[in-house]
């Protein structure tokens, strides 16, 4: 790596090369994601990273900020702790759909229906890619893993529709072909007062774009943006995705609402009024 790098200041360079496969998609969303820091009003020391078990989970490991690798499917509450013990910190959680969603998932809609101050950027390859290539719950209809080898017959969630029914105040989608757009939303996420999240359609060349077909990372990557249709402010419930079909893109839900901690103080000055100091974290 070298030190004329502009992005190094942000990277562990001493752990790289990362471990992602070539055509892996991670590395453009964490690049995007460095975009968004860079442009974010947000002093560096004051911006926390959580991520869960799995490819995506290794981001946390990469990044030098006050990062942590949590358990598998924990993420959301561990990021939850830490932003209820010092509210001055910007929380992010950087997972996967295997993470956040099978194992994580009941976290997560209790997150949004809480609308705690966190931003939640999903990197969704539709499998799990670290070990096997198993079905997740995205994992569209008809698509192969190695779990479903005659073809998947679950329904996988349409994740912009669930985010946005459980309570999220920002919502967007996006392939990592989309980088400008992509960073723009982590920044707008990031700069949310509330539950915000993002989606970000990632190839997975090793294991689900071979068995599937769909070729190596870079035709991964063309099928992106050839299926891809932007549409900000659809309606979520007619967003979902079909195996080899259109992925509707853009910012879905942008709204105001009162975070989980603002309506904490709010309830408790008007229980004790002026006996009553605003939650500051813990001292």
């Known amino acids: 790596m070298s030190a004329k790098n502009p992005r190094n200041q942000y990277l562990r360079t001493e752990r790289m090369p990362n471990i992602w496969c070539p055509g892996c998609g991670l590395g453009t969303a964490v690049n995007c994601f460095i975009s968004a820091i860079e442009d974010c009003e947000t002093p560096l020391d004051q911006i926390s990273v959580v991520s869960g078990i799995g490819c995506t989970g290794r981001v946390a490991g990469y990044l030098k900020l006050d990062s942590f690798h949590t358990t598998h499917g924990r993420p959301i509450p561990f990021a939850t702790g830490l932003k209820l013990s010092n509210p001055k910190l910007k929380v992010v959680v950087f997972s996967g759909d295997g993470d956040l969603f099978a194992i994580g998932g009941n976290h997560?809609?209790?997150?949004?229906?809480?609308?705690?101050?966190?931003?939640?950027?999903?990197?969704?390859?539709?499998?799990?890619?670290?070990?096997?290539?198993?079905?997740?719950?995205?994992?569209?209809?008809d698509a192969f893993s190695s779990t479903t080898p005659y073809g998947n017959i679950e329904e996988p969630f349409n994740l912009p529709f669930l985010a946005d029914c459980s309570g999220a105040v920002y919502v967007a989608r996006w392939t990592v072909f989309h980088v400008r757009q992509a960073a723009r939303a982590m920044r707008e996420a990031m700069h949310k007062n509330g539950f915000s999240f993002i989606e970000i359609i990632s190839p997975c060349p090793t294991l689900y774009g071979r068995r599937n077909k769909i070729g190596d990372g870079l035709k991964m990557m063309q099928a992106f943006k050839d299926n891809s249709v932007i549409a900000d402010e659809t309606d979520t419930r007619n967003v979902a995705l079909d195996f080899r079909g259109k992925i509707i893109c853009g910012k879905f839900v942008d709204r105001e609402k009162t975070s989980f901690l603002d309506m904490y103080n709010i309830k408790m000055a008007e229980r004790f009024g002026p006996f009553y100091e605003p939650y500051e974290g813990i001292k």
């Open 108 to 141: 997560f809609i209790h997150a949004a229906r809480r609308n705690m101050d966190l931003t939640i950027i999903c990197v969704n390859n539709f499998t799990y890619g670290m070990t096997g290539g198993q079905v997740t719950p995205t994992t569209p209809i």
